[in-house]
């Protein structure tokens, strides 16, 4: 396993710390656990930046530009993806993720390496920028990192980085179109290629019906919609799917989610939570405890009290004995609270009762033994409580909507457990008929509105407390509410 390449300066060991953060990430995502994702990632690492510093040091054209190459991030994953080729071809496919295998071999991989033409838009597209625009477009779009740290680390004034980025993605956008026009396709994928650049330039422009059904059909004149539509937020989708391959849009989701962290807009951990508010859950448990507490307080003064009262007979019985016949069942300077009096709970009927009402009882007969000195219905309110407990929800759960444009949208759902889980199963209801197209760090299954999220084979295991997040793209039409009805492995989740 080649070592990691010594940096030459000082800024290109601050650019491989970050190129090297980004290769690990998508590394981890190629193979099935964290030993062969090292491994792979080094060697991608060590094969990308010789063919990066080999391309500075080529020949310059007489133009003064340099041969067009991608940016080094996308150049460094794109490594990552031909090493995991290598691997399958030398044997080692047993160490990459099943699914990558199963693309390798397919004729999705054949298009990477294929004729220039018939290669993804977007990394055409994006080869045939300047460096230094390629480099802005990837970092502001697909590594989401603030644009004033991107103007920074490209040397660029940070007040007018905004407008230099909307000017990139418009370059981005005719060269794709110039590449869309310029790929071979039949006759009706032409006839729908002027039709397809005025629709995708205007923001609130909707699609011809007859165009969308065949954007629908067509893999390529959708791959082709992505790239051309700057607005909406489908841009950062295309780049990484169209650049990177297999898991580009999972690579996107970590990213964003890394970035994140980095800029501290994470959610508190429970280290956090121990010194601050205590969590919902947490908080409601206590609740809960509390209040069973009360009842039980409550319940036990109620019973010391109806114990102290005398129970059976009537009356004209308490008279025929006589209060020198009976004995106190307490101090009667004890104060104790006033309590009615219930009546005695017999297995006769009700007649036989009405019959026996005024005979004296036998001296020395001890009292009927189904009457009982406990008073009903004692366990009742703690039932009550225990059931309230029981109901409080064990899981909370996220849902974040990324990205939406008019005929797609791009979401993320976070769960947390308040139980450890070897395997999770997460469950909802879409209200307006949206459908899920494809999923990254779980397995979907969609029946009707209700969609099922299965957990990956990396990521089944949840301590109590840990939560676990996956992300997917949907299509939507007319209305995109938010899902309902969540459960995590059949159990009701409080959403946040």
């Known amino acids: 396993m080649p070592d990691l390449p010594t940096p030459q300066d000082a800024s290109e060991a601050a650019l491989f710390s970050e190129c090297w953060d980004a290769v690990l990430a998508y590394a981890d995502l190629c193979t099935s656990g964290s030993t062969a ?7 991608a690492f060590a094969h990308g930046i010789r063919e990066a510093r080999d391309a500075d040091a080529g020949p310059v054209r007489a133009s003064g530009r340099r041969p067009a190459r991608l940016p080094r991030i996308p150049l460094l994953l794109t490594a990552v993806r031909t090493t995991a080729a290598a691997w399958e071809e030398a044997g080692q496919g047993h160490k990459l993720d099943p699914d990558l295998r199963l693309w390798l071999n397919s004729d999705k991989a054949a298009r990477y390496t294929g004729p220039p033409l018939r290669r993804p838009l977007a990394l055409r597209g994006l080869r045939d920028l300047q460096q230094a625009d390629a480099e802005l477009l990837w970092l502001a779009e697909v590594e989401a990192l603030p644009l004033s740290l991107v103007a ?22 005719d060269r794709c179109h110039r590449n869309h026009l310029d790929t071979p396709m039949d006759a009706r994928c032409r006839s729908y290629a002027r039709l397809l650049d005025a629709v995708t330039r205007a923001p609130a422009a909707d699609a011809p019906g007859d165009l969308s059904r065949h954007l629908a059909t067509c893999v390529q004149c ?67 405890r509390n209040g069973l507490l009360v009842a039980a307080v409550l319940v036990s003064v109620l019973a010391l009290g109806v114990s102290m009262m005398p129970f059976g007979g009537s009356g004209d019985d308490l008279g025929a004995r006589g209060d020198a016949g009976r004995q106190p069942v307490a101090d009667p300077e004890l104060s104790v609270p006033s309590v009615p009096s219930l009546p005695p709970a017999t297995s006769k009927p009700a007649g036989k009762a009405t019959e026996n009402t005024g005979k004296s009882q036998k001296p020395g007969k001890p009292e009927s033994s189904d009457r009982r000195t406990e008073p009903q219905g004692t366990s009742s309110p703690t039932d009550r409580a225990e059931d309230r407990e029981s109901e409080d929800p064990t899981c909370r759960v996220e849902y974040d909507l990324v990205n939406q444009w008019p005929d797609g949208f791009q979401a993320t759902v976070t769960v947390t457990t308040n139980e ?3 395997s999770w199963r997460v469950s909802w209801s879409f209200r307006d008929g949206q459908q899920v197209g494809q999923m990254w760090d779980a397995s979907v299954s969609q029946n009707g509105s209700r969609v099922t999220a299965t957990a990956a084979d990396y990521n089944k295991s949840v301590q109590a407390g840990d939560d676990r997040a996956f992300g997917f793209l949907a299509s939507w039409h007319g209305k995109n509410s938010p899902p309902y009805d969540f459960e995590l492995n059949g159990q009701d989740c409080a959403k946040a």
């Open 152 to 173: 920074r680390r490209l040397g660029l004034d940070p007040a007018t980085a905004d407008d230099e980025l909307q000017q990139v993605r418009t370059l981005f956008r």
């Open 420 to 422: 450890s889980l070897d």
């Open 37 to 43: 994702a090292a491994q792979l990632g080094r060697e």
């Open 222 to 288: 959708a791959e082709a919609a992505a790239c051309l539509r700057l607005h909406g937020g489908g841009l950062p989708g295309a780049l990484a799917g169209g650049v990177i391959g297999w898991g580009g849009l999972a690579y996107l989701e970590r990213r964003r989610r890394a970035a994140e962290v980095r800029l501290g807009a994470g959610r508190p951990g429970r280290a956090e939570l121990a010194a601050g508010e205590p969590e919902d859950g947490a908080q409601k448990a206590r609740v809960a």
